[in-house]
T-cell receptor
Framework: GIQVEQSPPDLILQEGANSTLRCNFS?????LQWFHQNPWGQLINLFY???GTKQNGRLSATTVATERYSLLYISSSQTTDSGVYFC??????????FGTGTSLTVIP | DGGITQSPKYLFRKEGQNVTLSCEQN?????MYWYRQDPGQGLRLIYY???????QKGDIAEGYSVSREKKESFPLTVTSAQKNPTAFYLC???????????FGPGTRLLVL
C-alpha cells in the first residue's frame, strides 16, 4: 500500500496565526482528501483535491500530484480549528491510505 | 437530515464474544467503508463495499466480518478471532469509490 507521511506531528498556535500542514506520499495518487477530526472523534471532509488548489474560507489546499505531496493552509486560526488533521490518498479507487495526522492546538 | 449513523456509541465485549456494530446511511451512496482507529494513529481500512451484496477485504480484515444486504446498511461483526479489538470504529460512505467520503460519529469498543 501507499505510505503517507504528515508533518508536523504536533502544532501549537496562537489564535490568529497562520500554518501550513504537509502530506507526502510514497507513490503517485490520483485521489486525495483532507479531513479534520474534532476532539469527540467526528471526521469532517475538508477537501477532495487530487490536483490543483482549492479554497474554502480560511482554509485552502494545494496538491502537486507529480511531486507526490499536498499542503493544507490554515489562515487566521481560531480555537475551533483545534483537532487532528488527516490526509488520505488512493490510486486504486477502492482504498484510501491515511497518514497519522497533525495534532493542532490553537490557544486564545 | 441526510447522514450516517452508527450505534452504539460505546460497546463492551467479553472474551470469546462476537459483537456487531451498526452503520446506516440515507445519502443514497453506493460505497461504504469500515475503518479502525487506534490511539494516536491514522485510520486503517477493514472492509469496503462498492455495491449491494459485494464487499472486499481491506488491510486488516482478519477477525472481522461484514454484510451488505441493503444499500443503506453495512454492519460490522467483531468476532472472537480478533484478539485486540479495543479501538475506535468509523464507518464512511461515498457516492462511488473515488468520491468524497463522509463519516459517521464512530463506535468505541472496549474489552472487559
Amino acid at each position: 500500500g501507499i505510505q503517507v507521511e504528515q508533518s508536523p506531528p504536533d502544532l501549537i498556535l496562537q489564535e490568529g496565526a497562520n500554518s501550513t500542514l504537509r502530506c507526502n506520499f510514497s507513490d503517485s495518487v490520483n485521489n486525495l482528501q483532507w479531513f479534520h477530526q474534532n476532539p469527540w472523534g467526528q471526521l469532517i471532509n475538508l477537501f477532495y483535491i487530487p490536483s490543483g488548489t482549492k479554497q474554502n474560507g480560511r482554509l485552502s489546499a494545494t496538491t502537486v500530484a507529480t511531486e507526490r505531496y499536498s499542503l493544507l493552509y490554515i489562515s487566521s486560526s481560531q480555537t475551533t480549528d483545534s483537532g487532528v488533521y488527516f490526509c488520505a490518498g488512493s490510486n486504486t479507487g477502492n482504498q484510501f491510505y491515511f497518514g497519522t495526522g497533525t495534532s493542532l492546538t490553537v490557544i486564545p | 437530515d441526510g447522514g450516517i449513523t452508527q450505534s452504539p456509541k460505546y460497546l463492551f465485549r467479553k472474551e470469546g464474544q462476537n459483537v456487531t456494530l451498526s452503520c446506516e446511511q440515507n445519502l443514497n451512496h453506493d460505497a461504504m467503508y469500515w475503518y479502525r482507529q487506534d490511539p494516536g494513529q491514522g485510520l486503517r481500512l477493514i472492509y469496503y463495499s462498492q455495491i449491494v451484496n459485494d464487499f472486499q477485504k481491506g488491510d486488516i480484515a482478519e477477525g472481522y466480518s461484514v454484510s451488505r444486504e441493503k444499500k443503506e446498511s453495512f454492519p460490522l461483526t467483531v468476532t472472537s478471532a480478533q484478539k485486540n479489538p479495543t479501538a475506535f470504529y468509523l464507518c464512511a460512505s461515498s457516492e462511488s469509490g473515488m468520491a468524497t467520503q463522509y463519516f459517521g460519529p464512530g463506535t468505541r469498543l472496549l474489552v472487559l
